[in-house]
């Protein structure tokens, strides 16, 4: 069983910056994609930024330019730097983790809240 700890959650101003970080500790075995998504009240779940085989990078449009993520395979971990925060990055923040270990797998994080307020 594969287990993710997101961190780096919390309150900033509109144009500030926040980091997030996923560790995933377990069976992890082989790591096909890792990466954020995130979930506003009322909507659907979408794509932030994933890290996919070969280190192929993808990010939603809302976020390029804005958003940078980086994976760490050896150390099992994921990073989200957020920078130039909207109030519409208002948030609840999930680690998202796809691997294959006898079978192929997806894991998620808890979620980490993330609120772009003044």
């Known amino acids: 069983q594969v287990h993710l700890v997101e961190s780096g959650g919390g309150l900033v101003q509109p144009g500030g910056s926040l980091s997030l970080t996923c560790a995933a500790s377990?069976?992890?075995?082989?790591?096909?994609?890792m990466g954020w998504y995130r979930q506003a009240p009322g909507k659907q779940r979408e794509l932030v930024a994933a890290?996919?085989?070969?280190?192929?990078?993808n990010s939603a449009d809302s976020v390029k330019g804005r958003f940078a993520i980086s994976r760490d395979d050896a150390e099992g971990t994921v990073s989200l730097q957020m920078h130039n925060l909207k109030p519409e990055d208002t948030a609840v923040y999930y680690c998202?983790?796809?691997?294959?270990?006898?079978?192929?797998?997806?894991?998620w994080g808890q979620g980490t809240q993330v609120t772009v307020s003044s």
């Open positions: 890290v996919t085989e070969g280190g192929k990078t």
């Open positions: 998202n983790l796809r691997g294959y270990n006898t079978r192929s797998y997806t894991s």
């Open positions: 377990g069976d992890i075995g082989s790591i096909s994609a």
